[in-house]
């Protein structure tokens, strides 16, 4: 049973970069090249944004509201992608998922709560 | 990007009750459109995808339709751990986006 799982800092600092890691188990990444690697954030009490998505090579669609401090990236061996977002804001506080994508997003991490504060 | 909106925004149903919930695109999705249910806490839960396609493990009670810009869910007998709330997404465009939600509670 695939199963995903974040890890990273709960706590950065504005201005700061926010890391996150999601670690693939029960399957491999690149799982014959069909399936995107996404990232998912949720403000708290508030509704889901997608951030992007990555392939096993390294392809990443971002979204353009985020592109310009983001980068995705991916390590097959490690069975592990990344999520980077610079210079982050209060604005930027949120559960993070990390989820696998078939089209849609069919399975999903638990989510880390990320907290922007001094 | 493509706007979601759901109605209603929260609703209020007995165990047993038949509920739906309506999701509408600001453009034609074709059918790529999926529903999650989320409890306080809890990941997302993917429920049906390609509009009507109940993902693995989902209960039958739980339905699909639309396509185009008109989509709904479709609880058929409401059961006491289906209080959640009910997001639709669209995955035929980037961005991808989400609908804000239609929180389902006991009356």
């Known amino acids: 049973q695939l199963q995903l799982q974040e890890s990273g800092p709960g706590l950065v600092k504005p201005s700061e970069t926010l890391s996150l890691t999601c670690t693939v188990s029960?399957?491999?990444?690149?799982?014959?090249?069909?399936?995107?690697w996404g990232w998912i954030r949720q403000p708290p009490g508030k509704g889901l944004d997608w951030i992007g998505s990555?392939?096993?090579?390294?392809?990443?669609y971002y979204n353009a509201s985020l592109k310009s401090r983001l980068t995705i990236s991916v390590d097959t061996s490690k069975k592990q992608f990344y999520l980077k977002l610079r210079s982050v804001t209060a604005a930027d506080t949120a559960v993070y998922y990390c989820?696998?994508?078939?089209?849609?997003?069919?399975?999903w991490g638990q989510g880390t709560l990320v907290t922007v504060s001094s | 990007d493509i706007q979601m909106t759901q109605s209603p925004s929260s609703l209020s149903a007995s165990v047993g009750d038949r509920v739906t919930i309506t999701c509408r695109a600001s453009?034609?999705?074709?059918?790529?459109l999926a529903w999650f249910q989320q409890k306080p806490g809890k990941a997302p839960k993917t429920l049906i995808y390609?509009?009507?396609t109940l993902q693995g493990g989902v209960p039958s009670r739980f339905s699909g339709s639309g396509s185009g810009t008109h989509f709904s869910l479709t609880i058929s007998s409401l059961q006491p751990e289906d209080f959640a709330t009910y997001f639709c997404?669209?995955?035929?465009?980037?961005?991808?986006?989400f609908g804000p939600g239609t929180k389902v509670d006991i009356k």
């Open positions: 390609a509009g009507s």
């Open positions: 990555i392939d096993y090579s390294g392809v990443a």
């Open positions: 997404q669209q995955y035929d465009a980037h961005p991808f986006t």
């Open positions: 989820a696998r994508q078939d089209g849609y997003f069919e399975s």
């Open positions: 453009q034609g999705i074709g059918i790529y």
């Open positions: 029960g399957g491999s990444i690149r799982s014959g090249g069909e399936y995107y």
